[in-house]
């Protein structure tokens, strides 16, 4: 089997075993399980709290005694375990330290299946610049694919959708003891001190104020990114308790509404090096940030109805906001630091967007959305009257018995159902993100270098 076939096949199951879940969690959370939305808030934490020693850990593994592709496929079983483990949890404190040790075991593999293509390429003699772009972007359509069959065969609030995340990562983790052999390179000398081994070197970058001050952004914007993951899909489906809008095409397959956020992440990535020759790193960086203004502006307002335009228009804005951001400020670090500090540096990058700044993101959203944002309806007058229906209305009804509730003879619900304001959310995000892009813009001082325009260069051939 030809080598950059398999590897892929790898990428494309690295995203499709997480995505199985990641976009319709919340469907499971609170539609099937009806758990709070504070206690949600920390289940997307535990993908940067992981994301924080997880690398660096199975990095210095793969660097002296294990062969890389060996000890991803022992996580990916690992991950597959957890995975089948999880539809029997039953309690939401629990199911937080499940998803966190599948996480410890899934985050890792993301750097490791990188290093793992790099490796065979440069070994079967591959160009990796030319070569691995092509092979990685087979990653995001895995990630697509998967949303979609999620969502097609009807389980984007079920258990199945993790029993689909395990069944498809035991068969990667078997499947990557068959991959080319990636033997440690022991590159890590042992007189490597323990801040150098988790490149807490980098810290020291934080005395210089530009620098720092871009990080203190890059944690910040990092929250963003995992507000969308969380509740994008929830958001949308939850469009069904209104009658005018139950049936619409939009909130029945929202999941795969949602996945043009990812096509148009891979489309995108084609006009980085335009936008970054034409504007400059930092630019670039503004109008990313003004692209995550856009994204939760438009679905503040928008519907399934006459506002799908803007739903489908947020998801398109995103490939903009998640690329531009991801690769301008990786070229800002790029060019920024020596050689000596580099590639802490970039880790440095990833532990303040995927690891602080999404427990932050996490954290603070759960509590803000269950805090102020959600109302509790106990009567069935009022509940009527929120999704414009009459009391009677037979598919507010349906919505409440499928939810096991019942309306008693005063007209009362056997039990409150909680309904979030999703335009005040929304809203909140939106107002969030405008005050992070204006003080960036105001705050952060830097002009168009000629190591820029080399490093932009490079990246246009």
Not at 371 to 384: E, H, M, P, S
Request: hydrophobic share 50%; with cysteine; aromatic share 16%.
């Amino acid at each position: 089997m030809n080598v950059k076939f398999r590897l892929t096949l790898m990428s494309f199951m690295q995203f499709f075993v997480w995505a199985a879940w990641l976009i319709t969690i919340a469907n499971y959370w609170f539609g099937t399980k009806q758990w709070d939305g504070a206690d949600f808030g920390i289940i997307f934490s535990t993908m940067g709290i992981a994301s924080l020693f997880m690398p660096t850990l199975t990095g210095i593994l793969a660097d002296k005694w294990i062969n890389a592709e060996k000890l991803y496929g022992i996580l990916h079983l690992l991950y597959a375990i957890v995975m089948f483990y999880l539809p029997q949890v039953n309690d939401p404190h629990t199911f937080f330290w499940v998803i966190l040790v599948a996480m410890c075991f899934y985050m890792p593999t993301i750097a490791l299946s990188n290093s793992i293509s790099y490796t065979t390429l440069k070994n079967s003699e591959f160009d990796v610049v030319k070569d691995f772009p092509p092979i990685r972007v087979w990653g995001t359509i895995g990630f697509i694919v998967a949303m979609w069959i999620t969502n097609l065969t009807g389980n984007k609030a079920s258990a199945n959708q993790f029993y689909i995340a395990g069944i498809s990562a035991l068969a990667l983790g078997v499947y990557s003891f068959t991959l080319p052999a990636c033997k440690p390179s022991n590159l890590i000398s042992d007189r490597t001190t323990f801040i150098q081994k988790f490149g807490l070197e980098a810290f020291k970058l934080f005395s210089d104020y530009k620098m720092a001050l871009f990080f203190i952004f890059s944690m910040f914007l990092g929250g963003a990114l995992q507000l969308t993951n969380a509740y994008g899909d929830v958001f949308l489906d939850e469009f069904k308790m209104f009658p005018k809008y139950a049936d619409l095409y939009v909130v029945k397959r929202s999941t795969l509404i949602l996945s043009i956020s990812q096509i148009s992440e891979t489309l995108f990535i084609l006009a980085i090096p335009f936008f970054l020759k034409r504007f400059g790193i930092k630019k670039v960086m503004v109008i990313a940030m003004t692209a995550w203004v856009l994204r939760f502006g438009l679905f503040a307002f928008g519907n399934p109805a006459d506002g799908l335009w803007m739903i489908v228009l947020s998801c398109i804005v995103y490939g903009m906001a998640f690329d531009f951001f991801n690769i301008s400020g990786s070229l800002f670090v790029e060019t920024s630091t020596t050689p000596k500090t580099r590639s802490s540096a970039q880790g440095l990058f990833m532990m303040m967007t995927n690891g602080f700044g999404a427990v932050f993101g996490s954290l603070v959203s759960g509590w803000m959305i269950d805090r102020f944002f959600t109302k509790a309806y106990t009567n069935i007058q009022a509940t009527a009257n929120l999704v414009g229906a009459q009391p009677d209305d037979k598919h507010l009804l349906s919505f409440l018995s499928n939810k096991g509730i019942t309306v008693l003879a005063n007209g009362d619900l056997s039990r409150a159902i909680d309904v979030k304001d999703w335009h005040s959310i929304w809203l909140s995000f939106t107002i969030y993100a405008l005050i992070i892009t204006v003080l960036f813009a105001l705050m952060f001082k830097h002009k168009h270098t000629r190591a820029e325009q080399k490093a932009i260069e490079a990246i246009s051939h």
